[in-house]
């Protein structure tokens, strides 16, 4: 009786050494997510697998995966018993509580004796980004004009008043100028009816973003305005995608894929790929500054084209910003100026389109 004890505890701490030392060999994890973009509060599936690749079972092996702050949870914990060449799969869902780029680098994988005296762990580095874009903003909610006659908050309005091209006529809404209104067709179908019209690439846009809120200093970062900012942003790029109106983006914020380029830049265009390839800026981008902002403004001068109106989206007026923004109206058909802070606004020419964030 004591021999077939004595054998029992010989097999078990036989098979407790080999599961620890070869347990972790040949055991491959990987992370999938069906979306690396996703919007605030939107879901996003993480799905974890674990392969054993080996004739050995694995009888307890724990795994803790770390989430960044700003997701809803920090740490997913799990445990598993996993037979020879037998593939797991487990699948759960996260949230972005704000926005920004999530980096999912660690997995712990720790494996476990019978008796659970000894352990043994393995670090698992993965690249797994979630890029969690801006706050939606309505427009016309969210802006107010300041001393102008530009209250309806139209983009279409931002880049000319009288376009090129008629392609057709549509009905009135209430917004349109009254010399837009077409007579006969307003006869014709017993409502008013207003001309339609086709903005040409000649008629594009830059938007310049701006992060700095104040001099260099000590003091903490004023995060609110500067996502207000950025969800301002976000609306004004959807927008001008939604009205076919060609738009370009430039921003002082640190670039993150380049050590070179001071700023971000991205070329007027239209199409998805193009929005998208601004909203993962927007959502990716963090509150260190590349550039002066004033910096920005002058290269959009330099590089003046074919766009005939900038828009520029600034969490607080600088002293600073006011002659090269004065100077840069000298330079294209149209400015927009829209601050979250209302200071200063009044020290721009009069000719500036002005708002102010609500």
Do not use: C
């Not at 040409?200 to 003091?219: F, G």
């Not at 939604?242 to 700023?263: L, M, Q, V």
């Not at 058909?333 to 964030?357: C, F, W």
């Amino acid at each position: 009786m004591i021999w077939i004890l004595v054998g029992l505890v010989t097999f078990t701490y036989i098979i407790n050494k080999l599961v620890l030392f070869y347990g972790l060999e040949e055991i491959y994890y990987n992370m999938e997510t069906d979306k690396d973009k996703a919007e605030i509060g939107e879901e996003v599936q993480i799905s974890s697998i674990v392969e054993n690749r080996k004739y050995l079972t694995v009888p307890f092996i724990n795994i803790k995966e770390t989430f960044p702050k700003g997701l809803n949870i920090t740490e997913y914990k799990y445990s598993l018993f996993i037979l020879p060449f037998q593939r797991v799969k487990r699948s759960y869902k996260v949230k972005g509580e704000k926005r920004g780029l999530f980096s999912i680098n660690k997995v712990t994988l720790e494996l476990g004796d019978f008796i659970g005296f000894e352990s043994k762990t393995l670090n698992v580095r993965i690249n797994k980004d979630i890029i969690v874009y801006p706050q939606k903003l309505n427009l016309n909610e969210s802006l107010i004009p300041v001393g102008s006659l530009y209250g309806d908050i139209s983009v279409r309005r931002w880049i000319i008043d009288d376009p090129l091209i008629t392609i057709g006529i549509r009905e009135y809404t209430g917004n349109e100028p009254e010399r837009y209104i077409h007579w006969p067709s307003s006869l014709k179908y017993g409502s008013l009816m207003v001309k339609n019209f086709d903005f040409t690439t000649d008629n594009s846009v830059m938007v310049l973003l701006n992060v700095e809120t104040m001099e260099p200093s000590w003091k903490p970062i004023e995060e609110d305005i500067i996502e207000k900012a950025i969800s301002v942003t976000k609306a004004i790029v959807e927008e001008f995608e939604d009205s076919r109106i060609p738009y370009g983006f430039a921003t002082n914020a640190k670039n993150r894929t380049s050590e070179y380029e001071k700023g971000y830049l991205v070329y007027q265009g239209l199409g998805q790929n193009h929005l998208y390839s601004i909203l993962d800026i927007l959502g990716s981008i963090d509150y260190k500054v590349d550039t002066f902002f004033e910096n920005i403004i002058r290269n959009t001068m330099k590089r003046q084209g074919n766009f005939t109106t900038v828009v520029m989206v600034i969490p607080r007026l600088l002293d600073r910003y006011i002659d090269p923004i004065n100077n840069l109206k000298e330079a294209v058909e149209r400015v927009v100026v829209i601050t979250v802070e209302p200071d200063l606004l009044e020290a721009l020419d009069g000719d500036i389109i002005k708002y102010r964030s609500r």
